[in-house]
């Protein structure tokens, strides 16, 4: 095999308060109670000769997420802020070339506008649903837009166009680097990225799934989804694809993770 082997940082960019259901598919759901997840970015550092990427920039700001999206409480502190944790790898926003945004939630791509070199690697799908998304008028949560942020939408289609990268199905981005769509599963266009580590295929789920014991092990699919099959099929493809499975808001990975996939980490202590 080729050493196109990658590190991987989780960066914690903020901390919020939301309900169990979103972990596990609604009508399977009798656990009403709330749960406090992280909110994650994740640095890919390179082994060989090759840039640096990020994969997802968080959400813009924690008021926001109470205000408009009627979500609950959101923390941030300034050791958790993007420029910080890219800082305590050795990297500035101005050095980041290459953003691949799993989708475009508020909490995924509120940071974009701070990487004024980047190209930013999103489905074209997710960005044709994330601008007109199909929603009721009377829900309550979400911002009308069903988490997409319309400030995030707009700042996208201009003016960090000509940034915007749009790909179509599977595509590698870098030796070792891949995104996979997985259609209707979180959202119409969430891609999963694919990268090869010394420990195997780690994947980056953004919030395909969003509990590793939940969704992945016990093959149960998360609570917010477009097409219950197409993520029950996705739940199974990945346990058998993935070597590692990183979701974006469970603390448990984050404490395995902490000081990232790198040489010397232990992956198989459970
Ligand atoms: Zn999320």
Request: hydrophobic residues 35%; neutral net charge; glycine residues 18%.
């Given at each position: 095999m080729s050493n196109h082997n990658w590190e991987i940082y989780p960066l914690v960019l903020g901390e919020a308060d939301v309900s169990k259901v979103l972990d596990t598919f609604w009508s399977l759901s009798r656990d009403k109670s709330m749960v406090t997840v992280p909110i994650l970015a994740w640095l890919l550092v390179p082994t060989f000769n090759e840039e640096p990427i990020l994969v997802d920039t968080g959400f813009r700001d924690a008021e926001r997420c109470q205000t408009v999206h009627g979500l609950g409480p959101h923390r941030t502190k300034p050791e958790w802020s993007l420029r910080t944790q890219l800082k305590n790898h050795g990297f500035t926003a101005e050095e980041i070339k290459k953003v691949i945004l799993t989708h475009l939630h508020y909490d995924h791509a509120g940071g974009c506008a701070e990487f004024p070199n980047a190209k930013f690697i999103v489905q074209r799908t997710e960005l044709q649903a994330a601008a007109a998304p199909m929603v009721s008028?009377?829900?309550?949560?979400?911002?009308?837009?069903l988490f997409y942020d319309r400030k995030d939408i707009a700042e996208l289609i201009d003016p960090l166009w000509p940034q915007v990268h749009l790909i179509e199905g599977d595509t590698e981005i870098a030796p070792g680097v891949k995104c996979v769509l997985f259609q209707n599963t979180h959202t119409p266009g969430s891609q999963a990225v694919y990268v090869q580590t010394e420990f195997g295929t780690a994947v980056i789920l953004g919030d395909i799934a969003r509990n590793v014991e939940l969704?992945?092990?016990?093959?149960i699919p998360p609570g917010?989804?477009?097409d219950l099959e197409a993520t029950y099929r996705a739940m199974i493809r990945i346990k058998n694809e993935a070597d590692i499975v990183l979701p974006s808001h469970d603390y448990e990975v984050v404490k395995k993770y902490r000081n990232g996939l790198k040489e010397g980490t232990s992956v198989h202590e459970n």
């Open positions: 008028s009377q829900l309550k949560i979400g911002g009308g837009a969704n992945i092990n016990q093959e917010l989804i477009y």
